[in-house]
């Protein structure tokens, strides 16, 4: 797919900007022009939920005005990222046309209002919103202060009313082909819930059917399709009108309501809104907050294999947040680096002016109530928008990764609706981040793929928890272990196909147990507080003599493989020597099997001992002081990018393998780098 880049050469600087708020303010609109250049703001999102300005009345169009904005912000030189308004329907299209308004799970109809609470299958809606983005496009889409296109909004959400219910039975049809081959992949002789009519399929609900996880899956994936076909019909006159514009969708982190991966065959470029729960922590490190954002800007760069955009963070503080802090003095600068480090061409915020009323009245925003530019949060705004306007060179900075760790939400759906062997947080999730906070911390740059793209090339690929397992993506990593690859399998993987049935014979499935030179046994689930301990009896390279487990132990029997570790036990029932860890030549790679879920400590010898005995090195080969990361290494036109974070409120510094130079004020640091608390610092070395 050829995908436009964004028609602009600079780093982005921008915000979401709420104009139709403030039309019968023509001196605050004034106001925000002057301020937008004083914060070095040089884009805007604009119209994401403005849909009654733009359409006051059915077919009764009003784009003078946002015409005018967008003339006056690029005359200014202030570029626009224009969206579309589906995210929040005009009431009077709600009351016009009922069918749109979303039914809930329990087949109740919504009322109007809120946002994200529209029907994606609905004609009417369909209809409406590629009617307004034709009018959009047609006086916009060669504007030349229009970069990109913001399509809805944190798309989100599902619909059970009947015209979803016939789409989602024809969708069946189109898959499955006939009733018989639905049932039998669905299991539904269980409980004589077998299908004889098409019409008596219905959507999963609380006050209906839940049992059958065929059922379930299969639902989700409906939804991820649906929302794909809506979010196709709404880019269709973007495209048609003019098509070198790229187009976007914000992510919303690991939301898992639909298939982000899907979404992103339709996207141009990948953004997200970023919201971690910043200060929650009594000491001031802001080290696990920092990684579990950082893990999803990996998974956006992953997604195209190039920058993303930061479409959203707060230059102070959220308003839905349980507690909603603001960030500390000069702790915007070192996440805005932070969110570079990890491929972000762009820093966004929500929101340029707080509203005055209603329910994000005190989110926080570059221009408060007060209305000055002498506060705190708009001098550290300024801040950045300074820093990012001496980085032109690092835009489309591509990140090399020599490791992938395979995400497969669909496998996370599945293992969570289970039911067994462990329903109160089997940890899927939690295990995939062990794994990827080992190596953040460290340095080595992730890319965090689904099991569907192409692993073909990394060193080492990391397959935690893969539950669900279909025999082309075995027969994927099988491939890539044969070619030369190294991977590393997890307890409860290959257990079910795509259609959430169980395999019958060893697993895990489809050759799998057979290459890794083991056979599962039985799936031991601990309660909270419990844990054994599993003694390595054979390191290759550099591990502790024992580590604890917890929450899901996996037996397995050795058969061809090499037992490296085993369950430490003193239960006089099980037998001794059962294998917790252990490896096997396959091919001309090698394939690691885990057994239990360990703790952190494990994983760190682990992974980072395999990384080095694979030649896997950091961005910056040195050892770091708690709190402190390198991030990855991003590299463009001979010039390597290195960016260094401290996420303590305690002074730092860096041994450095070899001399760099601080990008923005040129001072080289031959071998020691000092580093303030929440200091950053983006550095450069020359090819």
């Not at 702790?331 to 570079?340: C, K, Q, V, Y």
């Not at 147990?513 to 390279?541: C, N, W």
């Not at 590299?635 to 923005?664: C, H, I, S």
């Amino acid at each position: 797919m050829n995908r436009p880049p964004i028609p602009y050469p600079h780093m982005l600087h921008g915000c979401d900007y709420n104009p139709e708020q403030w039309l019968n303010r023509p001196d605050i609109l004034r106001q925000d022009i002057e301020q937008m250049k004083e914060a070095r703001i040089n884009c805007v999102s604009v119209g994401i939920f403005a849909w009654t300005a733009l359409e006051p009345a059915e077919g009764d169009y009003h784009l003078d005005w946002l015409a005018e904005i967008i003339d006056n912000l690029y005359a200014n030189g202030i570029y626009t990222v224009l969206a579309t308004p589906s995210g929040a329907k005009p009431a009077w299209m709600a009351h016009k046309y009922p069918e749109i308004r979303r039914v809930s799970a329990e087949r109740v109809r919504d009322l109007q209002g809120g946002r994200h609470n529209h029907c994606y299958t609905s004609p009417v809606y369909r209809e409406k919103t590629r009617a307004i983005n034709e009018q959009l496009a047609k006086r916009f889409a060669h504007h030349p202060g229009v970069i990109l296109w913001h399509v809805s909004n944190e798309i989100q959400g599902e619909c059970h009313c009947p015209l979803c219910q016939d789409a989602f039975r024809n969708w069946l049809k189109a898959r499955y082909g006939t009733l018989d081959a639905l049932n039998q992949a669905w299991w539904t002789a269980f409980w004589s819930h077998t299908y004889t009519a098409w019409e008596q399929i219905e959507s999963p609900s609380p006050i209906g059917e839940t049992n059958v996880h065929g059922l379930n899956l299969d639902w989700k994936r409906f939804c991820t399709a649906q929302t794909r076909s809506f979010f196709e019909n709404e880019i269709a006159p973007l495209k048609a009108e003019n098509p070198e514009i790229p187009v976007t969708m914000n992510l919303m982190g690991f939301y898992d309501g639909i298939n982000y991966w899907e979404m992103a065959k339709s996207l141009d470029v990948v953004s997200w809104d970023s919201y971690p729960t910043w200060h929650s922590n009594q000491d001031g490190d802001e080290t696990y907050n920092a990684f579990w954002a950082d893990a999803f800007s990996d998974i956006c760069r992953s997604m195209l294999g190039k920058p993303f955009l930061l479409m959203e963070n707060t230059p102070s503080q959220t308003n839905w947040h349980g507690v909603c802090r603001p960030k500390t003095w000069g702790f915007h600068r070192l996440t805005a680096i932070d969110n570079l480090a990890h491929g972000a061409d762009s820093i966004q915020y929500f929101q340029w002016r707080q509203s005055r009323g209603c329910s994000e009245k005190f989110h926080g925003a570059v221009m408060t109530h007060a209305n000055r530019t002498d506060t705190r949060v708009f001098q550290e705004v300024r801040g950045v928008g300074g820093m990012l306007e001496k980085l032109d060179r690092l835009r489309g900075a591509r990140t090399e990764s020599k490791v992938a760790l395979l995400y497969d939400i669909e496998s996370h759906w599945a293992v969570n609706d289970a039911k067994g062997p462990r329903n109160e947080g089997i940890g899927d999730n939690d295990l995939m981040l062990r794994f990827y906070l080992q190596f953040w911390k460290a340095g080595i740059p992730v890319d965090i793929l689904n099991p569907e793209q192409d692993y073909s090339g990394y060193t080492l690929v990391c397959a935690p928890m893969l539950y669900m397992l279909s025999g082309a993506a075995a027969e994927r990593l099988l491939s890539y272990v044969k070619s030369g690859g190294t991977l590393v399998m997890t307890m409860h993987s290959g257990i079910v196909d795509e259609h959430d049935l169980c395999y019958l014979g060893d697993t895990p499935a489809c050759g799998l147990a057979e290459a890794a030179g083991i056979r599962f046994l039985e799936i031991d689930p601990l309660y909270d507080g419990q844990y054994e301990t599993v003694q390595i009896v054979k390191a290759p390279f550099p591990l502790a003599e024992s580590y604890r487990c917890e929450r899901l132990c996996g037996r397995a029997a050795a058969e061809g493989a090499e037992v490296l570790g085993v369950y430490e036990t003193d239960n006089p029932c099980m037998p001794d020597n059962i294998p917790c860890l252990t490896r096997r030549a396959f091919g001309r790679g090698m394939i690691y099997y885990t057994g239990a879920f360990m703790e952190d400590r494990f994983y760190s010898d682990f992974l980072l001992s395999l990384a080095e005995k694979l030649e896997i090195a950091p961005a910056l080969d040195t050892t770091l002081p708690h709190g402190v990361v390198t991030a990855s290494r991003r590299a463009k036109d001979g010039t390597e990018f290195f960016f260094v974070m401290n996420w303590t409120r305690e002074q730092k510094a860096v041994n450095l393998p070899f001399a760099l130079k601080d990008y923005e004020s040129g001072k080289v640091y031959q071998s020691k780098l000092p580093l303030a608390p929440y200091g950053a610092k983006i550095l450069i070395r020359t090819l």
